[in-house]
């Protein structure tokens, strides 16, 4: 009974919403009422220049008595340089005193032997010999593919960024366990952090903290935190309250309780949160490039605009190595359990120190008599750019005219008609319908959020670029899902093709977007099609992922009394895996619209019509103002997705009894 | 402190033959196109051999602006009258940015298509060939207009204007980014397939690729204002994109700061052929940009000594 309402009721909202979209220019002509296809100027908030205003405020004016406000974020700047200064002097340029040509070199940076001990130590100190080597392996790739420098400054960057962001999420997470409130006050911010295009914010951010490496820093700062604070919140929350228990029964004062007792036994869990952290920080490599943190980044957007594809993907790939290498490292200190002490003198106890520290000063006295130990030389390096430039070559001459095929029929049978059904929505029925959806799914109090947040979009005058943006992000999603899912139940099924395709997928979530863009503008030319499949590759991975996680982690008792009923393979899979792995499914598409919506942006940069490119265009033209308003407008879109498709998913879990 | 520097900055104007740069780096700024690159490598390392200290940062060609306004930079050494006409009036109304003059380059920006459409079109480069075979250019998604893939939305450009008024059966379609542009150049260029679209110099893909600019009817302000004025009464625009010089723009206090370098730096002044060998040389024969200032600079040292003011 309940089930054959609720379908009355998705079936008769969408019905509705068709027919005004499909006829709402008739409507508009019929009652001349033409705000029902526009959204009257008149009606519009002035937010664009109140933003401009508060900002300018606060760039100029605001002040604590003693100093501005800029002054603070200058002096957090300049105290976030000196860190950063000393890595890059460490990893690359030396030490020296005095400027230009009465610079003098106090100490040189680490040779690349150094370097590669280094990581290779840290591997081994982590886990085992298997991942020095891979640690090592990877480095040592970044020297023969001659990205050593570039890799260095922006290892310097990551090395900087990831702990302020991994510490600062910690104590923001500690912060919300304690006082709900504050959590709760959050909450929100944290939304907006992830979701809020980064080129948004870039200029007031480069006014108050200076032109260079730190502004790309607190950028970069910024998208990577969220997720610590709240992993850290979670892991605390998950700490059983016997640990709790036994720690107050010792005496721990409130501050034992945390350092000695809580943070400890959630070490594992905070170190996703650190893990993620230098995921998210890798993945803003490119846009901290272009407001001058050099290194990789810099290199990828340097060979596009010489559409030199080879350079490009090699710059793109070490950028992948180099997140292969932390990413592992920082996996296997999660799972790292305490070992026994060693014994012994300081050499027996510290065997990798010590290698580490000779292996230093050796190649710092020998760097100074042969080059070739201090900075690897350039001849021996390779590169296969050319072979890059050759391969797309030959796909394009062959393949264009069969990609061309198939993209006028996705054109015409799905993206055209899509767009049309979402351009066509009037926006006053916009926002009732999704306040509709809304209230159906989570109750009146998502409800009336979707109903404001749908509403500041259309009062913001940027309805219809939204519904451009709703349009591609649907379709792509829709696509990625359908390719997704199965791909991932298939990486679940068979451990083998899952090795291969769970890797694929990390691969091309670490390797810069701009890398294929180029590429599939090539064989697409510049248009949604482009964008669309753009996006669908960097939103896959979420899909397959969590498809892959949820058939895995069905129960085994389940599986057996399934096997004992005498269910085939596919009817394990339809009635039982699949059914049990539907919360998993849900969270996966919730990743896969937030990837979507955050690569949107980056398409903007070959020429969507939609939110990311009203983004881009006011970073183009240093207008903070309408950047940010746009900027809101995509992160409201986002919040509203992720709060209808989190209370899918636990309404499922109520129903599956989890 | 301030009191000293002002005092000081009094004694110099008084005692100009005193005035002395200050050891502090002057910071250029680097973008992420070649010719930029060598621009800026070119006056770093003259500045160089007049013994100041220079620091290149890398920067967002239009973001770049906020720096330029508080002082976090001092010099961009390529702003373009046609894609950064509206940043530079913008900064320079705030009066902490200043114009250094020109670089001497001149800014061309028009339609372009590849020397193989012109038989698919004879009658090009004149632009009322374009009338005929309109066709020529046409894609399954324009078809049977002509396809014309224009700049970013960012660099204005007025062609959807022009195509109205000069009657043209084209769709203008915006790439969002100079390197969508060139790679569907790319694309295009591999398979011999047509293609028409917005390409400036001096920049390396004129060089890589041949082809020719269309002939539009000239360019004058009068066309742009008065639809009266122009082949098309009635409409504004019935003519070719305006040609405009490539500025140089500096944070005001580079002047007081570093006198010396900043009339060197006002000096500076280099062709479109000579940028047009260099960037070729980097993009297209794979030198770096150090190897190639430092081969103009052995070959032209009475050009760039004549810069530098002591």
Redesign the interface.
Known sequence: MMRARGATFWFGLFALTWALSAFSFQLSKAWDARWLLKYPKAWELPLEGAIKDALNWLVEDAHFGLFTFRDLTRAISALVEVPYQILRDLLIEGFSTG????AVQILPSLSWIAVIACAAAIGHYARDWKLAALVGGCFLYLAVFGQWESAMITLASVLVAVPIGAVGGLFLGIAAWRAPWFERLLRPFLDLMQTVPVFAY??PI??LF???PVAALVATVIYAMPPMVRITVVALKGVPEEVLEAGRMAGCTRRQLMWKVLVPSATPSLMVGVNQVIMLTLNMVIIA??????GLG?DV??A????DIGGGIEAGLAIVVMAIALDRASQAFAERSQRARLTGNVLQRHPWTTTVFVVIVATLFLGQVFPGVQTYPRDLTVTTGPFWGEAM?WI??NF?DTF?AIK?VI?NWLLLPVKKFFGGIPWAWGIAAMALIAWKVGGWRLGLLAALLTAFIAATGLWPKAMVTVYLCGVSVLIATVVGIPLGIWAAERPGAGRVILGLMDTLQTLPS?VY???V???F???DFSAMVAVVLYALAPAVRYAAHGIRSVPEQLIEAGVMAGCTRAQLLWRIKLPMAAPQLLLGLNQTIMLALSMLVI??????RDLG?EV??A????QPGPGIVAGLSVAFIAIIADRIFNALAEGQKRRLGL | MKHLSVAVAALMTAFPAWAADS???IKLTLH???GQLITTTLMGEVL?QA?????Y????Y??????LK?G??HVAMEIWETTGR??MD?AFATGNVVNMGETGMQAIEEWWYPAYMNDKCPGLPNWEALKDCADAFA???TAPMGRY?GG???WGGFDEERVEALELDFEV????????????L??AY??Q?PIMLWIYSPH?APSKYEGQYVEFPPYSPECYADPAVGVNPDAAYDCGKPRGPIWKVAWKGVAEKWPNAAKTIENFRISNDEMGQMVAAV?LDGKTVEETVAAWMDANKEVWSAWIVK
């Open positions: 400027i230009g040509d009465s870039l200029v480069l006014i200076g032109f260079g490039s272009m407001i001058g943190a050099g810099f957007l340097g596009l605009r010489r559409l070559k394009n001459v264009f061309e006028v054109l701009f863009l180029i590429p503008v090539m064989l030319r510049v248009g398409t903007a940069l070959v020429g969507t490119q881009y265009i970073l183009a033209k240093a | 050891a502090d780096p992420d196109w070649s160089k013994g100041t200290n220079v620091e940062v890398q920067a967002d239009i973001a770049q602006f906020a720096g508080t976090d930079l509206e940043a913008e894609t399954p998604e893939l970013p939305v960012t379609v915006h790439a969002g980014t100079d390197a969508a542009l060139f790679a569907e790319e694309s591999q398979r397939d390396w993009d």
